[in-house]
């Protein structure tokens, strides 16, 4: 069984910073793109950046140049470095990973959130 588990959440001041950390467990063969998504109080879930087994990396235009997203592909861990917090950026972040376990496909699995709040 794969289990993602994120850690670093917490109530931060606007202008600060948080570092995100997620560790993949279980049963592991491979593990393609993960990702850190996120979603707040009444608004879908959206991507906010993600990075390739190679290290190539997408973000979400709100946070461009603000927040980084980075692996250890021995440790099964990635992180999010979030620099220059915005209030509108409260909301729980979740990890997701690409991850194949039993048998010959690769499937998505998903971490129980960690809550990021930012106060004004």
């Known amino acids: 069984q794969v289990q993602l588990v994120e850690s670093g959440g917490g109530l931060v001041q606007a202008g600060g910073s948080l570092n995100l950390s997620c560790l993949v467990s279980?049963?592991?063969?491979?593990?393609?793109?993960m990702a850190w998504y996120r979603q707040a109080p009444g608004k879908q879930r959206e991507l906010v950046a993600r990075?390739?087994?190679?290290?190539?990396?997408v973000y979400a235009d709100s946070v461009k140049g603000r927040f980084a997203i980075s692996r250890d592909n021995p440790k099964k861990t990635i992180f999010l470095q979030m620099n220059s917090l915005e209030p509108e950026d409260t909301a729980v972040y979740y990890c997701?990973?690409?991850?194949?376990?039993?048998?010959?496909?690769?499937?998505?699995?998903w971490g129980q959130g960690t809550q990021v709040t930012v106060s004004a």
């Open positions: 997701n990973g690409n991850v194949l376990t039993r048998g010959t496909r690769y499937l998505d699995y």
């Open positions: 279980g049963y592991i063969l491979g593990i393609r793109d």
């Open positions: 990075i390739s087994a190679p290290g190539n990396t």
